[in-house]
């Protein structure tokens, strides 16, 4: 079955402990993306890849690092979570950029 | 402010009432998409509009795109109860980049 999988799906940590949270896809797809969801904000992307080893900022990119070595997997790194970072993330996958976007299930994270 | 803007931003029709959406966005684009949320919840792929196109159909779902005012709108027809959700247009911006801009979103209530 096509699908984008994340963990984990929720998660309580504390400011400053280190985080990573995984997203693989298993649609041989070229393009990843990271999205963080917020009440009224709608969906702001965090970083995007365009393919293994590349990757760039999206729009709000400040306190997250990525990386793109294989073509399914493209972690998300928090290096010291503050509260501001407590959100609903998303990773996406699709062909390319302009393609149809396939979601995974979403992480709930809560810095305290 | 942000690229891509719907309005209204909630919306509260009968089943069987039609309901339209729109989205306004600020810079040129390959191609528009709309997606739908149901709470809390992965994002669903709609449709997906080329920025050469002007109209398009999916069921009961139309999408038109006017570039010259930089929006779009969705119109869900005979609406249902099981079309209560989130709607997103999400665009990706002309000049190779792939970067993807979600909006706020359009939240929708039919009541039955």
């Known amino acids: 079955e096509a699908q984008v999988t994340q963990n984990p799906r929720y998660l309580i940590t504390v400011t400053g402990k280190k985080l990573t949270v995984t997203c693989s896809q298993n649609?041989?797809?070229?393009?990843m993306s990271w999205y963080r969801q917020d009440p009224g904000l709608g969906l702001r992307q965090i970083y995007y890849s365009m393919n293994v080893e590349v990757t760039d900022k999206g729009d709000v990119p400040e306190g997250y690092k990525v990386s793109r070595k294989e073509k399914r997997n493209f972690p998300l790194i928090l290096e010291s979570p503050s509260p501001n970072q407590t959100s609903l993330y998303f990773c996406a996958s699709s062909l390319t950029g302009g393609d149809t976007q396939y979601f995974g299930p979403g992480t709930r994270l809560t810095v305290l | 402010s942000q690229q891509g803007e719907e309005d209204p931003q909630a919306l509260s029709i009968q089943e069987g009432e039609n309901a339209t959406m729109n989205c306004s966005y600020k810079?040129?684009?390959?191609?528009l998409q709309w997606y739908r949320q149901n709470s809390g919840r992965g994002l669903v792929h709609l449709i997906l509009?080329?920025?050469?196109?002007r109209e398009k159909h999916s069921g009961r779902l139309r999408v038109t795109l006017d570039t010259s005012k930089k929006s779009s709108s969705l119109l869900i027809t005979a609406s249902r109860a099981a079309d209560t959700a989130s709607y997103f247009c999400?665009?990706?911006?002309?000049?190779?980049?792939?970067?993807?801009?979600f909006g706020t979103g359009t939240k929708l209530q039919v009541i039955p």
């Open positions: 649609m041989n797809h070229e393009y």
């Open positions: 999400a665009t990706e911006s002309s000049g190779g980049y792939q970067k993807v801009t």
């Open positions: 810079t040129s684009i390959n191609n």
């Open positions: 509009i080329r920025s050469n196109e």
